[in-house]
Structure formats: C-alpha cells, structure tokens
C-alpha cells in the first residue's frame, strides 16, 4: 500500500508555500480525477478503472516540480519546468512507484509526442510521453483544469479556457500532428457526460 504522505514529505517541507501550493494543486486534481473515473460508466470498459491508483497517482504527478526553476510557484531548482514530468518518474521509478511515475511523465500538457520533443529541440529524453492508460489519460485531463499560480489555487477552469490553452500550446509547436488542443478535445467527448 502507498503512502502518498510518506512519499510528498521526503521532498515537501509542510509550513513552506511551495508545500502547499504542491498540495492544493494535488488533492485538487485527485479529487477532480476520482469524480471523473467514477462517472464513466457509459464507456462500458473491460476492466474496472483503479480509483485507488488514480487518486494516489493524482497525488503524486507533480512530485518533481521541485527540481524545476519556477519561482513563481516557490521553485528553485536548475531544470526548465518542462522537465518535470520526466523527473518526476525517475524519482518515482527510484523507490519502486513505476507505474505512478509513467504518469508524472505522461501528463504535460495533453502529453508530448517525441516528434515535438525533436522538432522543438524540448531538454526532454526524445521518446513519446503521451498517456497511454485510461487512468492516465484521466490524471492528465483533470490537471489541466487547476492552476498551480497561488492566485488561482482551487480555482476550477472552464472547459473553454482549457481548450484555449491548449490551443496556444499548438501555436507555439512546430509540429502540425497530435495536436494538444484535439488530444484534449478527444478527452472532453470521452469523459464529460453530456447532461
């Protein structure tokens, strides 16, 4: 059993900003995740969804954002904060959490193709981080509605804002295939129940 706790305390100091600018972000994407993975009934999946590895994982894909240099967000690290996702699943992958660190890397944005890694010379390993699993794909969805700015904590985005930044997201790519704002738009049909 993880303890994701545990595992946030060993690189989070509690009483520091960056602590609780990491866990507002988190246990709102867990939360957000969870509401989603138990609202999906209508995709009729083989297997049930793991709501226990969704929430831990939520918890935990921003764990290498620390080693970035944000200050904004109380960051002081050496690495660009695009890195963080891949950092985030060697630290991961280091105390035997590698299904939970694919998810670190995975869910950037509406995640990296190695194609845009190459064309956009990005200081990422050159190798698809794309989400592969529906819980994946889930995490990385629900993410991109929180904000880790401390003026926006727990503060849900529209879908429309969203789907405007991953929009821009394109603009600035150089690549005209798997696009972030149609990765993300193929989410919205999938997991927001039409009412």
Same mark, same amino acid.
């Given at each position: 059993?993880?303890?994701?706790?545990?595992?946030?305390?060993?690189?989070?100091?509690?009483?520091?900003? /960056?602590?609780?600018?990491?866990?507002?972000?988190?246990?709102?994407?867990?939360?957000? %995740?969870?509401?989603?993975? %138990? =609202?999906? %009934?209508?995709? =009729? #999946?083989?297997?049930?969804? =793991? !709501?226990?590895?969704?929430? &831990?994982?939520?918890? *935990?894909?921003?764990?290498?954002?620390?080693?970035?240099?944000?200050?904004?967000?109380?960051?002081?690290?050496?690495?660009?904060?695009?890195?963080?996702?891949?950092?985030?699943?060697? *630290? /991961?992958? +280091?105390?035997?959490?590698?299904?939970?660190? /694919?998810?670190?890397?995975?869910?950037?944005?509406?995640? !990296?193709?190695?194609?845009?890694?190459?064309? =956009?010379?990005?200081? *990422?390993?050159?190798? &698809?981080?794309?989400?592969? +699993? !529906?819980?994946?794909?889930?995490?990385?969805?629900?993410?991109?509605?929180? %904000?880790?700015?401390?003026?926006?904590?727990?503060?849900?985005?529209? #879908?429309?804002?969203?789907?405007?930044?991953?929009?821009? *997201?394109?603009? !600035?790519?150089?690549?005209?295939?798997? /696009?972030?704002?149609?990765?993300?738009?193929?989410?919205?049909?999938?997991?927001?129940?039409?009412?």
């Amino acid at each position: 059993m993880m303890d994701t706790q545990y595992i946030i305390k060993q690189y989070y100091k509690q009483g520091t900003k /960056l602590y609780d600018i990491f866990m507002d972000h988190a246990e709102c994407v867990a939360k957000k %995740s969870v509401e989603i993975a %138990s =609202n999906i %009934s209508h995709l =009729n #999946l083989e297997k049930p969804i =793991n !709501i226990e590895f969704i929430f &831990d994982a939520a918890m *935990l894909h921003d764990i290498g954002i620390f080693l970035t240099d944000s200050p904004s967000i109380y960051c002081m690290g050496k690495y660009p904060y695009v890195c963080h996702g891949f950092l985030g699943r060697e *630290l /991961l992958d +280091t105390i035997g959490f590698s299904s939970h660190g /694919l998810v670190c890397e995975r869910h950037t944005g509406a995640g !990296i193709t190695a194609e845009n890694i190459k064309v =956009n010379n990005l200081p *990422l390993p050159c190798r &698809d981080m794309l989400p592969v +699993t !529906i819980e994946e794909e889930i995490i990385c969805f629900a993410d991109k509605f929180y %904000s880790k700015k401390p003026k926006w904590a727990g503060v849900e985005k529209s #879908l429309e804002h969203i789907v405007k930044e991953m929009e821009k *997201l394109d603009k !600035i790519s150089n690549s005209k295939e798997n /696009l972030q704002s149609e990765r993300f738009a193929g989410w919205i049909k999938k997991f927001v129940v039409q009412q």
